[in-house]
C-alpha cells in the first residue's frame, strides 16, 4: 500500500508537470496559427495506450513514462522527421514563422513552470500559512547525529549563529543554508566558534546515508514498538520517556547517551500519555537499546511541552502573493546554486545526480497534500531550469539558434539544425543513462 501512495504520488505530478509544460508550447503555437500534430503524455514508442484526433492535432497518453512532447509541423526536433523538413515550407509551419514567434513558442513551456511553481507557493502559503521556529528560540541548542557534521567539529548543544555571515532567522532553513555553504558560526556555551566546510561537504554527506545535517532536539517519543521488542507490554506508540532510572530528561539524544550506562539493565522508568505520568519498568538489551521506533511530534505537541515557541502567521489571499514569489524565488535561487555544485567536479555533487528512482523516493509513503504540492512545485523549478540548459534537443538549445537568428538576422541551416539535434539527444541519453545508473549503483552498493 505504501508503494501505491508512492507510485501515485509521482506519476499524478509528473502527468501534472508534463502536461502544463507541454500546453505552454502548444497553445503560443496555436495562437500564432501553427499546427501541432501531436500532444502526448509519455512517449508513444511504436504504440500508444489512448489517442484521439480532434482537428488537426492527436491527443495521446504514450505507455513509456520518460516525458512528453508536442510535435509540432515544420520544426526540427527529437521526431527527427527529415522527410517533411525536405519539402517546401508550409505558412502553417514552425519554420515560415518570424523568429520572435518561434522564440515564443519555444519558452512556453519553461514559463508555465516557473508559473505553476509560483501558484503552487502562493496557493500553499493561502491555505497552510507560514509555520516555523524562531532560531533564537532554540535555547538548547542543536542536536547532532551525522557522523559527517560531528567530524567536522559540531556538538549537541550548539547554537547556529550564521551560515556563511548571514544571520539564521529560521531554524527550519538551517539544512537548506548549510548544505551548499562554506562557513558556519557557532555559539557554544556562550563562545563563538568558526567551522569551516570542506569543497567536497556535499560528496562527504552522501557517504554517511543520513538524510539531514541538523536536527532541532526532540523528545524520546515512542513511534513503533515491534513485536520481539522487551517492552511491548509496557510501551505505546505517541508515549514520551521523560524519566529513565531516576534521572529526568528532556531530550531524546539525553535518553540515548544515559542508557549507553545501563545495557542489558531492567530499570525505573517515567512515561508521559495523554498528559498522565506512568511509572514502568524500562528494559534495556546489551546494545544500549529499547527496541522501539523513534517517532516525531508535531509542533504544536512541542509547544504545548513547553520546548519551543512556535511563531504562526496566517495571510489572506492578496498577502499571499508577494509571501507565495519570495518563496518561489528563494527556491530557484537555491537549485540554482545546487546546479552549479553539481557542474563543480571539485564538490563531488555529481554523485547525487539521480534519475527517476531518486524522484519517486523523495515522494513520501503517506499521503499529504502539503507534502505533495511542495515537491510538485520543487520538480517544476528543476523541469524549467533544466530545460533551459542550452543543450541541442532542450527548449534552451533551440532558444539559443533562434537569438543567434534574431541578433545576426541569419537562420542556421536545417542540415545543422538536424545536427545539432542529433548530438543533444546523444547529451541527453548519456546525462539519463548517468542519472539512472546513479540510483542502480546505490540501490546495489547502499551508497
Not at 522527410?83 to 513551456?109: D, H, N, T, V, Y
Amino acid at each position: 500500500m505504501e508503494f501505491a501512495i508512492k507510485l501515485f504520488q509521482f506519476l499524478l505530478s509528473l502527468s501534472i508537470l508534463i502536461v502544463l509544460h507541454e500546453l505552454g508550447h502548444f497553445i503560443p503555437a496555436k495562437l500564432f496559427k501553427t499546427r501541432v500534430e501531436k500532444f502526448y503524455l509519455f512517449f508513444d514508442v511504436k504504440f500508444s495506450l489512448f489517442k484521439k484526433k480532434i482537428g488537426d492535432t492527436e491527443y495521446g497518453i504514450g505507455w513509456l513514462p520518460l516525458g512528453g512532447y508536442v510535435k509540432i509541423s515544420g520544426m526540427i526536433d527529437e521526431s527527427m522527421d527529415t522527410e517533411q523538413m525536405a519539402l517546401p515550407a508550409q505558412p502553417w509551419e514552425f519554420r515560415s514563422k518570424p523568429a520572435w514567434q518561434r522564440l515564443i513558442i519555444m519558452l512556453g513551456g519553461v514559463t508555465v513552470n516557473f508559473i505553476l511553481a509560483f501558484i503552487i507557493y502562493i496557493g500553499m502559503t493561502f491555505f497552510y500559512g507560514e509555520q516555523y521556529i524562531a532560531n533564537e528560540n532554540v535555547k538548547d541548542g542543536i542536536w547532532v547525529n551525522n557522523p559527517t557534521i560531528e567530524k567536522l567539529g559540531f556538538h549537541t548543544g550548539d547554537k547556529i549563529v550564521s551560515i556563511d555571515g548571514v544571520k539564521v532567522m529560521k531554524f527550519e532553513d538551517i539544512n537548506k543554508q548549510m548544505f551548499l555553504a562554506k562557513e558556519v558560526e557557532i555559539n557554544r556555551n556562550g563562545e563563538i566558534i568558526k567551522i569551516k566546510l570542506p569543497v567536497n561537504f556535499i560528496d562527504q554527506l552522501m557517504k554517511s546515508k543520513r538524510g539531514t545535517l541538523i536536527n532541532l532536539r526532540m523528545p524520546f517519543v515512542i513511534g513503533a514498538v515491534p513485536k520481539e521488542s522487551p517492552n511491548n507490554n509496557v510501551l505505546k506508540p505517541k508515549d514520551i520517556i521523560t524519566s529513565c532510572n531516576g534521572q529526568k530528561v528532556t531530550y531524546a539524544d539525553q535518553l540515548i547517551l544515559l542508557f549507553q550506562g545501563l545495557k542489558g539493565k531492567t530499570v525505573p522508568a517515567v512515561i508521559r500519555r495523554d498528559d498522565k505520568e506512568v511509572a514502568i519498568n524500562l528494559v534495556i538489551n546489551d546494545s544500549a537499546k529499547v527496541v522501539v521506533q523513534q517517532g516525531m511530534l508535531p509542533y504544536d505537541n512541542l509547544e504545548k511541552l513547553g520546548l519551543y515557541k512556535i511563531n504562526k502567521q496566517e495571510f489572506g489571499f492578496f498577502q499571499s502573493i508577494p509571501v507565495g514569489v519570495t518563496r518561489g524565488f528563494e527556491e530557484l535561487a537555491s537549485y540554482g546554486k545546487q546546479l552549479k555544485a553539481i557542474f563543480s567536479p571539485s564538490t563531488g555533487a555529481y554523485k547525487g545526480v539521480g534519475g527517476f528512482a531518486a524522484i519517486f523516493n523523495i515522494f513520501p509513503s503517506t499521503w499529504s497534500w502539503f507534502v505533495f504540492w511542495n515537491i510538485t512545485a520543487l520538480l517544476s523549478i528543476m523541469l524549467g531550469v533544466m530545460n533551459l540548459l542550452p543543450i541541442p534537443a532542450l527548449d534552451g538549445g533551440h532558444v539559443i539558434f533562434l537569438l543567434y537568428e534574431i541578433v545576426s538576422g541569419r537562420k542556421p541551416s536545417d542540415k545543422f539544425l538536424e545536427r545539432a539535434q542529433m548530438v543533444g539527444f546523444i547529451l541527453l541519453i548519456t546525462l539519463l543513462i548517468f542519472a539512472n545508473g546513479n540510483d542502480i549503483y546505490k540501490a546495489i552498493v547502499g551508497k
